[in-house]
T-cell receptor, first 111, second 115 residues
Framework: TQLLEQSPQFLSIQEGENLTVYCNSS?????LQWYRQEPGEGPVLLVTVVTGGEVKKLKRLTFQFGDARKDSSLHITAAQPGDTGLYLC???????????WGAGTKLIIKP | NAGVTQTPKFQVLKTGQSMTLQCAQD?????MSWYRQDPGMGLRLIHYSVGAGITDQGEVPNGYNVSRSTTEDFPLRLLSAAPSQTSVYFCASSSHRGRGATEAFFGQGTRLTVV
């Protein structure tokens, strides 16, 4: 069974702090995506990483794909209340459209 | 751009009732899927389709049927609703973004309560 483990499951911090969310597996992925889901909405794609060691930046969000393509991290700098949401990672094993999903990290940024 | 459209957004059913959750996409994606999302369990795949006329079971298919008569539409049918099917349901369509990277686009979800 292929699993993607996300940690932490829940994180509540003050505005302005930095944080890192992790997504780990024993499986190798051809690509990995990060999604953000707000209450009452569906997940929205933030970024896709495809190359081992790849780093992508989206304003204050930095995404990294592990060298072995088994893990990924999401780092948020100077978190803002607008960053509040459920962050999901999803791995693409063999490009057959079926994604392996992490359980999510619920992030709350307090003003 | 509409993307993926799901209806209804909310639904309450009595145990034993049946209903159809509608899903339509306008992005000409071949792959579509249905997920359910329960607290602490992430997204679990119910059924998926790789094109019109082709469907297959996902991780939790029992109690659900699907059909795919067109590229655009992928309805999910609950045959005889049970309280265990209380959940939030998401329809998604997916594309390959070069180098085979699958990216999913989701509808807004249907919050279903079975009493």
């Amino acid at each position: 069974t292929q699993l993607l483990e996300q940690s932490p499951q829940f994180l509540s911090i003050q505005e302005g702090e930095n944080l890192t969310v992790y997504c780990n597996s024993s499986s190798v992925f051809s690509s990995l995506q990060w999604y953000r889901q707000e209450p009452g909405e569906g997940p929205v794609l933030l970024v896709t990483v495809v190359t081992g060691g790849e780093v992508k930046k989206l304003k204050r969000l930095t995404f990294q794909f592990g060298d072995a393509r088994k893990d990924s991290s999401l780092h948020i700098t100077a978190a803002q209340p607008g960053d509040t949401g459920l962050y999901l990672c999803a791995g693409d094993v063999d490009s057959n459209y079926q994604l392996i999903w992490g359980a999510g990290t619920k992030l709350i940024i307090k003003p | 751009n509409a993307g993926v459209t799901q209806t209804p957004k909310f639904q309450v059913l009595k145990t034993g009732q049946s209903m159809t959750l509608q899903c339509a996409q306008d992005m000409n994606h071949e792959y579509m899927s249905w997920y359910r999302q329960d607290p602490g369990m992430g997204l679990r795949l119910i059924h998926y389709s790789v094109g019109a006329g082709i469907t297959d079971q996902g991780e939790v298919p029992n109690g659900y049927n699907v059909s795919r008569s067109t590229t655009e539409d992928f309805p999910l049918r609950l045959l005889s609703a049970a309280p265990s099917q209380t959940s939030v349901y998401f329809c998604a369509s997916s594309s390959h973004r070069g180098r085979g990277a699958t990216e999913a686009f989701f509808g807004q979800g249907t919050r279903l309560t079975v009493v």
